[in-house]
């Protein structure tokens, strides 16, 4: 992985001198077409030794371009905003948008190589985080995001050489810290520990570039080229969707019969029996939400549904149970200029909760597999690849402690045109109706078999799918605040 | 105050129920308008008496009007994130974009109040707190925001029996906490400390409304009838600026001596003497951002100056001497559609730093009164109420520990001229040169003007300006360098 950037690469200072001016024009002719054209995002990863250019290609980077246009996203200890969400999460906070460069210093390779470094994980461990890296950045290439990963690299020897030169010097001696010579004894480790993760994502995708550090002429051009030539390419290519990951369609089961179709929607409760249960879940769901063990968890919760089919109701039944500074409700609606110039999850990752809170979407990510995919807003390739994205991301979700419960309230198509029909007549209810709602009616049966891929997909262990019968509203609701308690119960560990 | 609120106000349920639908209606007609206007956010403060209908009615707007477009904002303890910003941060982060309704469940009311309830403060720093809140209420009306503020009112009596029966009946039992208890112990001082607080910061511009909590119909009917009449004379009435608070402007000195004439711009550094204390004050500056006492306090600096004055270049001198994981550079360049619907000073305070860290600004807040004076970008009221609205900020970050450093680098007119034409010359700072500059550049007075008055106006003890003589770069690079030396040395007791 290193050979190649131990042979000790030199340019002259005058070779140098000559190249800059040209390579500088053409990067910001570029970083200009790349702000103008809104594409894409570039995310630069600076990775390394200690001592071999990585602050100072940031600073080269910022120098050499025009900063305003660049994000330089550091990151220190984490906050307890950050250690409360999936480690994901504060990378997820700093992309960069379309447009843009953004350039990691520090990023989800740091954690994994240093702890394993640091023998705080095993191998096993390692695998794992690399195999999350690997969807991690597959789903920003499929974004369109240019990905480029530089590793900066110094032999044992010239690591040692290097770290006594700057000590030497009075003006950058303040620059070496104890840390600097800890990592060095470590060299070795470092070498190889990053050696594999290297290896395991290197993909056409998301490459990585070894360069050698030592001198510094050396080191900016390369540097500086790799980056011109990733940027030309992009930019000059049609814009262009990678062809399909396509998943083989499912075919409509040949006996008609689907989950759907199997739901009893004739299920109904009285209005004192709703009454009961109502306040019986509602207090336990306010206990559990007060429940010591509930303090290292969180909750998101998720509502999906015909239209129509009483989500809101539902919605408002559950947060009556809770105190309204643990939880918030998010209604997706169209997303805003920024969440656009950014990956599809980017808009739900920035309102996850904090550990003993609850979050309720009124409507959710799955819209990419439903709505968007019935009426075409995505194309195939954006929506199947979305199953997988969804379910890493439920997952991180749940390695964080969040307890993921999905609700799909279903209605018949009978019982949608008489409320249709009510809410047109009441109103103070024809908000919630409109002639989008009506053309949606229309593709009843696409719908169907866009809910029928979706629980069939993305219904996992740690975030089940509960289809829930909605046609009589009360039970919807009581079926509703009693998976919640259960969930809760199970996942505190109180059944 | 409360005098009205204790009347034992009551209609009847048939009255209630023949009035109800047509007032949701009208507000769900209020609600659309407002989100398709988009002109002005509406803010609704809810507060008052345990019992007397806080929950209920965040509720009941909810029900009420199309919670998709409602915020919901509860503040339950805060991060760490926000209890390293000024206390104001956590209900900025919550303002509702223009279009929208905000409801504050929790607000910058309650810390004041409680804290004076529980004798956690004394009645000087209540008076303080509410001249702020009254200064912040202000800049939001300004802003155009539409501010309501309830009170739910009880008598002592009244709460009592309120939680007697909320805790007979089994339903609504858990609801019932030693809290809600503990603060009926203190009704008295409550309504005490509350009276003084909502005298204070009743002004046309945020009223305050008192509402009796006790039965239900009358509460309900009340709010969403005012809200309703707030929100339809705001929607039906021209969009017209109020009269400008306007400041006397101050006349051009009559000896045509100004600040900015004052400066020797022809002081200068050797390049020897420019390497040596580069590396001095950088080494410095490294220090006394991993001093232990900086972990308590924050560094807010900020480059203005004019075009071409060598701003980017101080910036990353300063850059280079910190650790790149505590400190970022904010580059102020167009807002986005986010920061578009929200007050002037949001899109500043989202990148206020956390304790310990530095944050550059590259332009600013002053923004206001510099371009968008001169080219008339913001009216005469926006910018003249800028100067108080800016100190408030400032004020603020410096009383949560930011050291404010503020630099305006000055150049002649010759010397901007000279940079210019080498910026088109040199292939690669061609970048750095719009027509824009050329057209500033024929302002140049107005804008020496605008500098002058921003100077005498925002220079304070916490966050002065220091002028800087930028027509040697060198020179300029070494003040900024030893000014922030200084201001952190002086901040840290260590000169």
Known sequence: MFESAELGHAISPATYARAVPKLREALLDAQYDLFQDGRFPVMILIAGIDGAGKGETVNLLNEWMDPRHINVAAFGESSDEERERPPMWRYWRELPPRGRIGIFFGHWYTDPILDRVHRKSRQPELIQSIEEIVRFEKMLADEGALLLKFWFHLTKDKQKKRLKALEKDPQTRWRVTKTEWRHFRLYDRIRKVAGLALRHTGSAAAPWFVVEGQDACYRNLTVGRTLL????????????????????????????????????????????????????????????????????????????????????????????????????????????????????????????????????????????????????FAGEFDWTRAYSEINDFEQQLADKGAIVVKFWLAISKDEQYRRFRERQKTAFKRFKITPEDWRNRKKWEAYEQAVCDMVDRTSTAVAPWTLVEANDKRYARIKVLKTICERLESALRLQ
């Open 229 to 376: 030539a990733a940027m030309r390419e992009r930019l000059d290519q049609k814009p262009a969707k990678p062809a399909a990951d396509r998943i083989p369609p499912i075919p409509p089961p040949i006996d008609n019969r689907h989950i759907l179709g199997a739901l009893d929607l004739g299920l109904k409760l009285t209005r004192r029996q709703y009454t009961e249960q109502r306040a019986l879940y509602q207090g336990r769901i306010y206990k559990l939400s007060r429940h010591p063990r509930f303090r290292e968890r969180s909750a998101v919760l998720v509502f999906e549904g015909n239209d129509a089919a009483g989500k809101g109701g539902a919605i408002r039944r559950v947060a009556a149970a809770l105190d309204a500074r643990y939880y918030r409700t998010i209604p997706v609606a169209a997303p805003t200029e920024e969440e656009r110039a950014q990956p599809y999850l980017w808009r739900f990752w920035r309102h996850l909760p904090r550990l003993g809170r609850f979050v309720l979407f009124d409507r959710s990510w799955y819209g990419r597999v439903l709505v968007e995919r019935v009426e075409g």
